[in-house]
């Protein structure tokens, strides 16, 4: 190394001098200053509050503007420039490369329309089990960094205004979600292929058709997830070199917030696809159960609990288990389900605590479900304040919840809800199996004798095995969000 070169190893995090070279930077860590390549490092990103980041960093060099000379303000402000010219080339890089390896998948002699000449092989399902919408993304993505590409400056990168071109493209984001979710799909597909030797000779020959890098299919097929958690963390870091009088300012900043929000749609749909599981093997706990399943309607479990329930026109109270999910309210007594309540069609009414006109009868902690269409009306109690309280709020979370789905277009495909059920089905199919594979006692064990104390009718009953304990409640306390 020359006397003026910076030496430092993988993890060091250098703070950046001067930019104003596009190969060579000055950078200062704790050994020292000095030159070092930019090419051999990535600038490091920090989301957790970029616009702090932002005016420090902004403030920082302006108080050396503030004290220098003519040429020190102009040698920081290229600086700037440089930094941000840097961030830009960093995401339209990314995203060539990025659309490079969908065409890889999607187009010419990929994987897909290989896999679709081979109908021997693979069926138009397993295609799309494997591959899910990467189709659909690409497509997105190629008109995506148009938008980008027409958004950037080339006589001067700086001035470019990226953050506009993702703020018109945050709602095509949304399809990511499908494909996210679809994902653990696609590697159990393709662990159970890559058993097979046909299947992978097969993907090497599509790889090495496309001169891709040698990493698996399964490898290729999990670029989209990561890329759609990456933009957060660029736009964090375009944000940190934007300077507020930019017209680009306001854009990044507000496409920042929208690519969050998308990542976290994303997390949030996972989480509830990995619910329908639970509430399907809940379901099939309950005996002779009636009526369409639950996930025809619903997909999450937002709130249960006890309650009483006053019944008209005799004022009869009931204790009740009730479970409330989007779109309906379901009650049940021990592990037999009573009924279900639409709640598309209720208004809640909350109680003051007195004596009721029509039942004759003090209440306290009540609340009413009233019914628009047929005009029924469900009197409910609560033993504690607090828990009433806890009951509006949830009622309260699953109109929200109806509605944000409505927006966003959320729902359980027909394929999920059977697949669903269908595991649970053979969850409790393997259950009763297992049980009815133990053996009461040993077969190495003489066979116990008849107490001369005890009637014969008594022996038969303390001889026979106990009754398996309903899995009903322990369905209940793995699926509910809350605990008394």
Known sequence: MDEQELGFKAGDIIE???????????????????????????????????????????????????????????????????????????????????????????????YIRQCRKRADLFSENQVRT???????????????????????????????ELGSGFLEHQADFQIYSEYCNNHPNASVELSRLAKLSKYVYFFEACRLLQRMID??????????????????????????????????????????????????????????????????????????????????????????????????????????????????????????????VDMDCLEVVDVEDGKDRDLHMNIKNAFRLCCSTTGENHLLCTRKPEQKQCWLKALLSEREQVRIDKETGFSITELQRKQAMLNASKQQTAE????????????????????????????LVLAEPKRKPSTFWHSISRLAPFRK
Not at 55 to 79: I, P
């Open 16 to 110: 950046v001098m001067d930019a104003t070279n596009r190969e060579w930077w000055w950078g200062r860590i704790t050994d020292g200053e000095g030159w070092f390549p930019a090419t051999f490092v990535r600038l490091r990103v920090n989301q957790d509050e970029p616009a702090d980041e932002n005016k420090a960093f902004w403030a920082r060099n302006d108080s050396r503007v503030a004290d220098g000379k003519a040429e020190d303000c102009s040698l920081v402000q290229s600086s700037k420039d440089q930094m941000r010219t840097n961030v830009i080339n960093e995401i339209l890089s990314t995203e060539r490369d990025y659309i490079k390896h969908l065409r890889d998948i999607c187009e010419m002699r990929g």
């Open 215 to 340: 990493i698996s299919l399964d490898g290729f097929l999990l670029t989209p997830v990561q890329k759609i958690c990456k933009y957060p963390l660029q736009l964090a870091e375009l944000l940190k070199y934007t300077p507020p009088q930019h017209r680009d300012f306001k854009d990044v900043e507000a496409a920042l917030h929208a690519m969050k929000n998308v990542a976290q749609l994303i997390n949030e749909r996972k989480q509830r696809l990995e619910n329908i599981d639970k509430i399907a093997r809940w379901q099939s706990s309950i005996e002779d159960w009636e009526g369409e399943d639950l996930l025809v309607r619903s997909s999450e479990l937002i709130y249960s609990g006890e309650l009483t329930c006053i019944m008209h026109p005799q004022a009869k109270s009931h204790q009740r288990m009730f479970f409330l999910f989007d779109h309906q309210l379901i009650y049940s007594k021990k592990d037999l389900l009573r009924r279900d």
């Open 432 to 459: 009763k199996l297992k049980a009815t594979r133990q053996p009461y006692y040993s077969t190495h064990q003489k066979h116990p004798a008849r107490p001369a104390s005890l009637p014969q009718q008594q022996v």
């Open 130 to 160: 494997i591959f899910g919408n990467i189709e659909d993304i690409y497509r997105c993505q190629k008109a995506f960094i148009k938008a980008l590409e027409q958004k950037f400056n080339g006589e001067h990168p700086h001035l470019s």
